[in-house]
Every structure is written in structure tokens, then in C-alpha cells.
């Protein structure tokens, strides 16, 4: 009944937002444009700009949507379809607001909750409101197979000459393809195989090398085990060539934007991808980085590639988003992205984060070596399990799987595989 009313106001009120959007529509040029749409009414606003507007929801903890009565259940909504993880509460983040004023924080029910709210009504767009809570809301399908309702750990293999002796090398095949079968019998659910490092300052890797690097690895890791492979590359023909040798799916630490061909190239190997955050090139992408709101440009940024990707014939639940901790981002960006993971829910698609034993964790910790860095590495990702995230990237597959158990077990009172009462 109180979503229906809502949802109904918004088809009610369909004609009247459309109006407006054609007037706008009517409007090009210069960056900014000043329309008086009423007479009392006069609204400044960029030419083109998205609306303003985003919604995080604040996600509760050890709610299980499969047992609690009504009375309860009537004041939340549950993330992503989860049946573990819920919200009471929403972030309204308005981005045409000063910084220190653009977070507030509204309920999801209630008489003046989220759904019995009227957006559509100046200055919000019902159209986009409507269509974020619902993304929020919107179970997610199996991605690459895997269910996407609890948590799913991918394993790091690097076949690069700084974590392995010289990569290429029969050496080298067959270190990564035995430590991948020992993080897949960690439990690890994808196994993702990276041939030419990322890490802020390294050099480009050049194509026949990391070719070298990583297709003899996934040959021969496919015979192997069935879990989920993963290439982690920039390059078109790295994809295409790991796509015939096997791989499930390709992480593009550039969003399929480095290379000219990955688009398309995604697009004809049919695999599900994951669209990666980063500004400007590992070379120099730590030197400056700039953003307005790191939080809400990662958004957006993550928003324009999900549509590229559809309108190059990739589907929405073939894709998996990550703002890409580290890449192209100070430490306060790191920390501002990490405690607003929630908010790309909103995207409609799974999120994943890689933070593991990354540079953050050594500046928030003092810790120089990152093996030493395992500790902080949990907890940045049970932070983000706990905000929802369906996929986190880490080197310690075993140390990960015991953290998230134990997190799951505590914050829901209940044994793992438990599916009876949950108290008592
Ligand atoms: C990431 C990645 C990440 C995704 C790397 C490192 C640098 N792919 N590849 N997300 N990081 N999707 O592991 O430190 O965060 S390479």
C-alpha cells in the first residue's frame, strides 16, 4: 500500500516531469542556463548535468528478512533482495549543496519516509529517485553464475615479475597456476589472473608480454578447477585471447576505456565484466588527483560506463562495478569512497572492492611491507561486506573466508547454514 501509493503518484505525475524535461530538452549550448518555468519559479542549473541528487542507503545489520513479522519488516526495505542485510534509513545527497551540507538523512517508510515522499516536485526529478531506490532495492541475478545474495571472495593471482620470479617463464606458469589452486581450495570463488601490474607508478606492460604472462596460466588452470576465472587486462587482445583459452569473465581496471577495441571486444566474447574507477594512467594517476566529490564523480563515472557498456550490446547483469580503491586517489578519497560504498548499489549492479594490502591500509596503519598488511586488509573488507558488497578482491583467500563467516554468524545470531529460528 505505501509503495503503491508512490509508485502510482510517480505514473500520475509522469506527464508533468516529462513537460519539464522537454523544455530543458529545448535548451543547448553554454554551461549554464537560467529557465523560468513558472512565473514564481526560476531554476539555475548546468546545461546537461544529471540531477543532482543521489541516495545511500545505511545499511542495518543482522536482519533476517526470512523470519521477522511485519511489524518489522513494514520500517525496512532490503538491499539488493539480500535476505541478511536491510535498511531503515537513506543518505539524500545533494551535490548542488556546499559539501559540509550535502548529506542528509532520511528514513525508507514512515509517514515522511522515502516511500510515501512525493519527488516529484521541484527540485528533484521522481523519474531518478525512483529509479535509484529501486536499483537499491532490485535483487541482483547470478553474475557469471555465481549467486550475487551473499558474499563472493575473488582470489588475486599475479603472474608479474614483481610477485613472481620472472613471468612468462615455465617457472612462473606454473607458481601461479599452483598458488591459484591453492586459493581456489581456500575457497575462493573467481580466480583473477593479472598479467601486467597496475600498481600506482608501474610501466606499461607490452602486449606479447603479458600475453606470454597470463594465457598459458588460464590453459592451464581451466582443466583444473571449475571455479570462476577472471582476467584482470586493459587490452583488447588480451581479452579476446584468455575469452578462447577459458576465462569467465574480464576485470578491466580502465572500464573497457584504455584500449579503443575493449568495448567491443567485451561485447563479441560475451563474458560478464567488471568496470573499474581510476583517473589518469598507473604511471602518474597518484601525482594530482582531482574531483569535485570523489564519491558521487565515481558514480557517475561508473553510471556512463554501465550505459556505454549496454548500448555495445553488453547486458546489465553482466557487469560489476568497483570504484577502484588506490587508483588515481589520495587517502581521504580511499576513506571517502570506502564509507560510501552503499551508495553504488544505486547503480543497479554488483559492486566489488579491492583493497587488499593496499597503500591506504599502510598509511593508515604505518605498515611498510604489504604482507604485513593483512589485519587492515579485513577489516576494509568486512566494512564494505557489511555495506552490502557482493564481490571483494583479495590476496588472503582463507584469512577473508573466516572474517566473513564469523561477521555473517555474529551480526545474524545464527550458525552458518542455520535455516531455522534465528534466536533462541
Ligand atoms: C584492482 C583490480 C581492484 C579490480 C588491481 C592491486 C592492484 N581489479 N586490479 N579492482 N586492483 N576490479 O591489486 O593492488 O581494486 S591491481
Known amino acids: 500500500m505505501r509503495a503503491a501509493w508512490s509508485r502510482n503518484q510517480r505514473v500520475d505525475r509522469g506527464s508533468h516531469s516529462d513537460d519539464i524535461v522537454g523544455a530543458l530538452g529545448h535548451v543547448s549550448g553554454g554551461s549554464f542556463v537560467i529557465l523560468c518555468l513558472f512565473h514564481e519559479v526560476s531554476i539555475a542549473m548546468p546545461a546537461q548535468s544529471r540531477p543532482p541528487h543521489y541516495l545511500r542507503p545505511v545499511v542495518s545489520l543482522g536482519v533476517d ?32 549543496e556546499e559539501p559540509h551540507r550535502r548529506r542528509r538523512l532520511i528514513s525508507a517508510y514512515g509517514a515522511d519516509g522515502f516511500e ?16 535509484l531506490y529501486e536499483n537499491i532495492i532490485a535483487a541482483r541475478p547470478p553474475f557469471a553464475g555465481l549467486p550475487m545474495d551473499k558474499t563472493t ?22 607458481a601461479a597456476i599452483d598458488h591459484a589452486l591453492t586459493l581456489a581450495e581456500e575457497g575462493a570463488d573467481i580466480l583473477d589472473i593479472g598479467g601486467e601490474s597496475t600498481r600506482p607508478g608501474s610501466d606499461a606492460v607490452q602486449l606479447e608480454e ?33 575469452a578462447a583459452a577459458g576465462a569467465d569473465i574480464l576485470n578491466d581496471v580502465s572500464a573497457l576505456t584504455h584500449d579503443p577495441k575493449a568495448l567491443e571486444t567485451a561485447a563479441e566474447t560475451g563474458l560478464p565484466v567488471m568496470l573499474m574507477h581510476a583517473q589518469g594512467d598507473p604511471k602518474t594517476m597518484n601525482d594530482n588527483p582531482q574531483y569535485e566529490d570523489v564519491v558521487l564523480d565515481v558514480f557517475d563515472f561508473l553510471e556512463d560506463r554501465i550505459a556505454a557498456c549496454e548500448a555495445a550490446g553488453i547486458a546489465r547483469d553482466k557487469i560489476v562495478v568497483d570504484p577502484g580503491i588506490g587508483f588515481g586517489k589520495h587517502l581521504h578519497h580511499n576513506v571517502a569512497v570506502l564509507a560510501a560504498m552503499s551508495l553504488y548499489h544505486g547503480l543497479g549492479v554488483p559492486v566489488l572492492l579491492g583493497a587488499s594490502r593496499k597503500k591506504l591500509i599502510g598509511q593508515i596503519c604505518n605498515v611498510d611491507d604489504p604482507k604485513e598488511r593483512v589485519p587492515g586488509s579485513l577489516a576494509a573488507a568486512l566494512s564494505s561486506v557489511a555495506q552490502g558488497v557482493q ?22 545470531g ?3 547454514g542455520a535455516g531455522g529460528k534465528a534466536h533462541g
Not at 510515501?116 to 529509479?131: A, C, I, L
Request: glycine share 6%; no cysteine.
Open 153 to 174: 571472495i575473488m582470489g588475486i593471482v599475479n603472474v608479474t615479475p614483481d610477485s613472481f620470479s620472472d613471468g612468462g617463464s615455465f617457472d612462473s606458469t606454473q
Open 65 to 96: 528478512l526470512r523470519l521477522q513479522d511485519r511489524e518489522f519488516t513494514d520500517w525496512i526495505a532490503r538491499l539488493a533482495g539480500r535476505p541478511d542485510l536491510a535498511f531503515a534509513h537513506l543518505e539524500l545527497i545533494d551535490r548542488s
Open 210 to 242: 603479458e600475453l606470454k604472462r597470463v594465457i598459458p596460466v588460464i590453459e592451464g588452470l581451466r582443466g583444473k578447477t571449475d571455479r570462476k576465472i577472471s582476467v584482470d587486462t586493459r587490452k583488447a587482445e588480451v581479452m579476446r585471447q584468455a
Open 414 to 416: 545464527r550458525e552458518p
Open 116 to 131: 510515501n515522499r512525493d519527488w516529484f516536485v521541484e527540485p528533484y526529478d521522481g523519474e531518478r529517485m525512483w529509479q
Open 391 to 412: 564481490i571483494v578482491r583479495v590476496h588472503d583467500v582463507a584469512a577473508t573466508k573466516q572474517a566473513v563467516s564469523v561477521w555473517h554468524a555474529a551480526v545474524m
